[in-house]
C-alpha cells in the first residue's frame, strides 16, 4: 500500500532563505507527483508536476526534484518571500491504485519578513 | 476554459438537511474526481468518474452520499441528513486518464450547525 510522508510538517524562515521540503513514497510504481500549494481555507493550487521518466522540473523560483528509485521528491524554493507561506503538500500519482492521489499531510511554511 | 468550478464555495445547513454541490470540471478532461479535507489534513478520495461512470467510490463513504455524472460533463455531490461530521472542505478535482496531473476547484466549504 502506497504511504506518503512529509517532512517537516512545519516550517519557520525568515524572508529570504532558500528551503527545501521533502516528500517520501513507499512504492516505486507511480506515474507521476504533484507538488500543490493551499492557502489557509482554500482549494488547491498545482505547482510543479513531474513524470515518472523526469528527473525535475522548474517554474520560476521553484523546482522540484524526483528519484523514484529512492522514493524521494524535494520542492526547492529559492529566495523564500512572505507571499510563500502557505502549506505544501505533495500528491503520488499510483499507479497500483488506478492512478489516484495518494497524499502527504502536507508541509506548513511560515515565512517572516 | 478558466479551470474547475465548484459551487456553491460556502455552505451552511442544519443538522439533517441535504445540499448539493456542484463541479463543473475541465472540458478536455474525462475523469473527475471528489474529495473531502478536514482542518490539517491531506485530502481523502470519496469517489471518481470516467466519463460518466462511477468507476470507484471510497468504502468511508456512506449510504448518506451519492454522486453523480450526467452526460460525463459536470458532477454533483449530495449528502442527505447532514450531520455534523460532515462539516469539511469538499474539493473537486478533473484530469486526462489520471495521467497529466490533476487540477483542482477551489472547493465548496460545508458547515453543518
Known amino acids: 500500500k502506497q504511504e506518503v510522508t512529509q517532512i517537516p510538517a512545519a516550517l519557520s524562515v525568515p524572508e529570504g532563505e532558500n528551503l527545501v521540503l521533502n516528500c517520501s513514497f513507499t512504492d516505486s510504481a507511480i506515474y507521476n507527483l504533484q507538488w500543490f500549494r493551499q492557502d489557509p481555507g482554500k482549494g488547491l493550487t498545482s505547482l510543479l508536476l513531474?513524470?515518472?521518466s523526469q528527473r525535475e522540473q522548474t517554474s520560476g523560483r521553484l523546482n522540484a526534484s524526483l528519484d523514484k528509485s529512492s522514493g524521494r521528491s524535494t520542492l526547492y524554493i529559492a529566495a523564500s518571500q512572505p507571499g510563500d507561506s502557505a502549506t505544501y503538500l505533495c500528491a503520488v500519482n499510483d499507479a497500483g491504485n488506478n492512478r489516484k492521489l495518494i497524499w502527504g499531510l502536507g508541509t506548513s511554511l511560515a515565512v517572516n519578513p | 476554459d478558466t479551470g474547475v468550478s465548484q459551487d456553491p464555495r460556502h455552505k451552511i445547513t442544519k443538522r439533517g438537511q441535504n445540499v448539493t454541490f456542484r463541479c463543473d470540471p475541465i472540458s478536455e478532461h474525462n475523469r473527475l474526481y471528489w474529495y473531502r479535507q478536514t482542518l490539517g489534513q491531506g485530502p481523502e478520495f470519496l469517489t471518481y468518474?470516467?466519463?460518466?461512470?462511477?468507476?470507484?467510490k471510497s468504502r468511508l463513504l456512506s449510504d448518506r452520499f451519492s454522486a453523480e455524472r450526467p452526460k460525463g460533463s459536470f458532477s454533483t455531490l449530495e449528502i442527505q441528513r447532514t450531520e455534523q461530521g460532515d462539516s469539511a472542505m469538499y474539493l473537486c478535482?478533473?484530469?486526462?486518464?489520471?495521467?497529466?496531473?490533476?487540477?483542482f476547484g477551489s472547493g465548496t466549504r460545508l458547515t453543518v450547525v
Open positions: 478535482a478533473s484530469s486526462f486518464e489520471g495521467l497529466y496531473g490533476y487540477t
Open positions: 513531474i513524470q515518472s
Open positions: 468518474f470516467q466519463n460518466e461512470a462511477q468507476l470507484e
